[in-house]
């Protein structure tokens, strides 16, 4: 697909251009912001807990979830700079292996992880101020929706505003994190066990070992959550085809490093019995009790302002990026074809405005952080199939431009997809009830797309109509 840069006059028009209005810090800026949320500030001690309150492990957990998004995001690198289209992930898998699996995906997205990750950052961002105001229920759920509501007509008015928001928010989100690791490392007087002498007492053998760890960086993986976000965008990227992996490559390495810090400088101020008696109480936010005991109310404050400046980021992300696979899905014939419609302003409204309808709609459901878990397996499963997608690209469509192709090669696709498939088996053996209910989405899915099918006639993919 040729990309124009001009400004459509047609509003209407489904062959109107994105603009490309991001570039290299945008990008970087974006993938921050979609990973960068609350997860850093909680994750933390489900981490621990099931590192068997081992930090020296936890710690290792951080690094090797890091690792395994570092090694996805290289080949989603390669899968976005030889297609640098709307749609990401949803394309690459309709491409790869069938038009069905990609709609799966992107059907995924719209009814639960995508619009539920927006409800749930709505929820998040105004549960921050509850703890100050004791908000009502109805009164929360109001502020959730008009939150998303403020976004949506951020993201309506352009990219590129919607990028130096990003650019904002992924800036003054650091600095509580950046203060909580330089003041846990100058002050922090906590000499932390690192040692792994009793990580595996009750995981015996190298199976027990493995699925032990495997237990705790999956649940990591959910603070690296959004890393996949950035190839739906490619399209809008100046010189897609190397600030794409870029923006992938620098912003996770520089995350996971962040992580691993941010979490050894608060073992370095709270011991394990301070920890254990909070997370007792469900107290789950060590980093705001390291602010504290650190640097007093202004600290406290600092910290929940950087938090909730985080949430809204990532809010601001999702909204950006979702309904770019919306578009992409209604211009291939999957989805309502109102959906493939460009505004004045280059960006897909009636995608975006649908999906911001369904978040308002599920931020008035119960239980939403328990219906979003329900989907992160089928979620990793379709990230290791986009993975092996590398190699079954390679093989059919050859002579496609290549500007980047995966760092080490196929053994390191394999690694990837491997590191992928141990992850998700664990998971599946350890938590068999939520991971199967996962796949009733799929299920829903398989009529849905033969609806949209029949009604717009969506095309199937060769080496032709890969742009």
């Known amino acids: 697909m040729e990309v124009s840069m001009k400004n459509e006059k047609n509003t209407n028009n489904s062959t109107a251009h994105f603009r490309k209005d991001i570039g290299l810090f945008g990008g970087i800026s974006l993938v921050a912001g979609m990973v960068i949320g609350s997860g850093i500030y909680y994750l933390g001690t489900t981490v621990l807990e099931r590192s068997g309150m081992s930090m020296g492990l936890a710690l290792l957990c951080w690094i090797v979830g890091g690792i395994v998004s570092i090694l996805g995001g290289l080949c989603f690198a390669e899968l976005g700079a030889s297609m640098p289209v709307a749609g990401g992930q949803t394309v690459y898998l309709s ?11 992107g059907f995924n997205l719209f009814c639960i992880n995508g619009s539920g990750s927006t409800a749930a950052l709505a929820i998040a961002s105004v549960a921050f101020l509850d703890g100050v105001m ?17 976004f949506t007509l951020i993201n309506l008015v352009g990219v590129k505003k919607a990028s130096y928001l990003q650019n904002f928010t992924m800036v003054f989100r650091l600095l509580p994190i950046v ?8 002050m922090g007087d906590v000499t932390p066990d690192l040692s792994l002498r009793h990580a595996f007492d009750d995981h015996s053998g190298i199976t027990g070992a493995i699925s032990l760890v495997a237990f705790a960086t999956f649940a990591s993986l959910w603070a690296f959550e959004g890393w996949t976000n950035m190839n739906s965008v490619a399209e809008e990227l100046r010189n897609p085809k190397k600030n794409l992996p ?16 941010f979490n050894l400088a608060i073992y370095k101020v709270l011991p394990m019995d301070t920890i254990s008696a909070m997370m007792a109480k469900g107290d789950l936010y060590l980093g705001s009790e390291v602010a504290v005991r650190l640097m007093g109310n202004v600290g406290y404050s600092l910290v929940l302002a950087g938090m909730i400046v ?25 989805f309502p ?30 239980d939403l952080d328990a219906l979003v878990n329900l989907v992160i397996f089928f979620q990793a499963a379709l990230n290791m199939l986009t993975v092996i997608g590398v190699l079954i690209c390679r093989k059919k469509y050859p002579d496609i431009e290549r500007p980047y192709k995966v760092l080490g090669g196929i053994p390191i696709i394999m690694i990837t997809a491997a590191l992928f498939a141990i992850l998700l088996i664990n998971q599946l053996i350890t938590d068999p009830l ?15 797309y033969f609806f949209f099918k029949k009604r717009n006639g969506g095309q199937d993919y060769s080496a032709d109509n890969l742009e």
């Open 434 to 448: 939520n991971s199967l209910i996962g796949l009733v989405i799929p299920v829903i899915a398989v009529p849905v």
């Open 95 to 105: 491409r790869a292996y069938h038009p069905l699996l990609g709609f799966i995906n």
């Open 246 to 261: 870029l923006s992938i490559i620098i912003s996770l390495g520089t995350i996971t490093i962040i992580y691993t810090i």
């Open 310 to 334: 985080g949430v809204l980021g990532t809010l601001n992300g999702g909204i950006l990026v979702f309904p770019r696979t919306y578009y992409a899905m209604a211009k291939d014939g999957y």
């Open 134 to 150: 004791h908000l009502s229920s109805l009164t929360s759920k109001l502020l959730a929706i008009l939150l998303i509501a403020a």
């Open 337 to 366: 074809k109102s959906f493939a419609k460009l505004n004045s302003k280059g960006v897909p409204a009636n995608a975006i405005i649908a999906s911001s309808v369904v978040a308002c709609i599920l931020v008035c459901l119960r």
């Open 179 to 186: 203060l909580i690791i330089v003041f846990g490392f100058a």
